[in-house]
């Protein structure tokens, strides 16, 4: 969602070279499912890339703090949670497994993950396994 981003031109490609969906926390919602699963089933998709980034407005946000701040505001606590998240790579991690597991894609094997550094500039891919001497339970 990140207007600084350019994934077309950060990963090298034309317009009309892939499908784009752009959501706050690049996280996994109904919204970013649905558009995934036209993507794949209708036009042909066959890849997926879950890029987030650093500076995240996600990254460190309490979804409860953030819905009571809507509340107060607006009168009405929003039906939906902002999906913050502690961990930029963990959240990586948890939305490429969760699409992997996503039975109403058809083409789940070639799901990855990775990171724009917006600072010091590049993208990094985030594997399945954490830093090394990380637990991967915690």
């Keep these: 969602m990140d ?31 649905r558009s995934l699963v036209i993507s794949q089933r209708a036009l042909g998709t066959r890849e997926v890339l879950v890029l987030q980034h650093t500076g995240c407005g996600l990254l460190g946000l309490d979804d409860e703090a953030f819905a009571r701040e809507v509340e107060a505001d607006a009168g009405v606590r929003p039906a939906w949670a902002a999906g913050g998240f502690p961990d930029l790579d963990e959240s990586v ?15 789940r094997d070639r799901v990855r993950g990775a990171v724009v550094d917006l600072a010091g500039g590049g993208v990094r891919e985030v594997g399945e396994e954490g830093p090394p001497g990380r637990d991967p339970a915690r």
Excluded: S
Aim: no cysteine; proline share 7%; glycine share 10%.
């Design 93 to 107: 991690r948890r939305t490429v497994a969760a699409l992997r597991a996503e039975r109403a894609l058809p083409h």
């Design 3 to 33: 207007a600084r981003i350019d994934p077309l031109a950060l990963l090298g490609l034309a317009p009309g070279d892939a499908h784009v969906v752009r959501n706050a926390g690049g996280i996994l919602d109904e919204g970013a499912l």
